[in-house]
């Protein structure tokens, strides 16, 4: 069993069943684990779909701030890592709290300039904004490499589970 499925089966056996969500999605790094609920579709509105969404999604985030806070604290305490919380219904995802890392980085000249562009051009706020604006770009265009790329880490981390264990 991988990290990923102990984290799943564990918050799985933790959720309560009223809150009527399924986790969809685990991502994590060496710092955090960002755990997304899946909440039910909204049935039939009137007016905006995705309002509609939203609104059910702020209110299992205020229906279940404390019992997830508890989760999440209990979660770090065994897993060691900050435990944070997004929910999706249909197509509109939000994440709550999570965290903002800085990371160091080392840009040669014609890389500079592309991040000074965005700031001069009012796209980014900073260099560092302007950095950021770049990595969802690419993670935008690139979706489905970026995604088969996960899989086939995960596969990789399934067959080191698998692995005997030296001390």
Avoid at 12 to 19: D, F, I, Y
Wanted: aromatic share 6%.
């Amino acid at each position: 069993m991988t990290e990923r499925d102990e984290m799943r089966a564990w918050l799985s056996g933790r959720m309560p069943g009223e809150w009527g969500a399924s986790i969809d999605d685990i991502q994590m790094d060496e710092h955090e684990v960002l755990v997304t609920v899946r909440l039910k579709d909204v049935e039939r509105v009137e007016g905006d779909l995705d309002a509609a969404r939203l609104g059910r999604i702020q209110q299992f985030r205020n229906d279940t701030r404390d019992p997830r806070i508890a989760i999440a604290r209990e979660a770090q305490k065994k897993f060691g890592r900050v435990f944070s919380w997004a929910a999706q219904c249909g197509d509109v995802r939000q994440l709550f709290t999570h965290l903002a890392l800085p990371v160091m980085t080392r840009l040669r000249l014609p890389e500079r300039e592309v991040l000074d562009a965005l700031v001069d051009a009012g796209i980014a706020r900073s260099r560092a904004h302007a950095l950021a604006w770049c990595v969802a770009l690419v993670r935008q265009h690139q979706a489905d490499w970026f995604k088969e790329l996960k899989q086939a880490m995960e596969g990789v981390a399934k067959v080191r589970a698998q692995g005997p264990r030296l001390n």
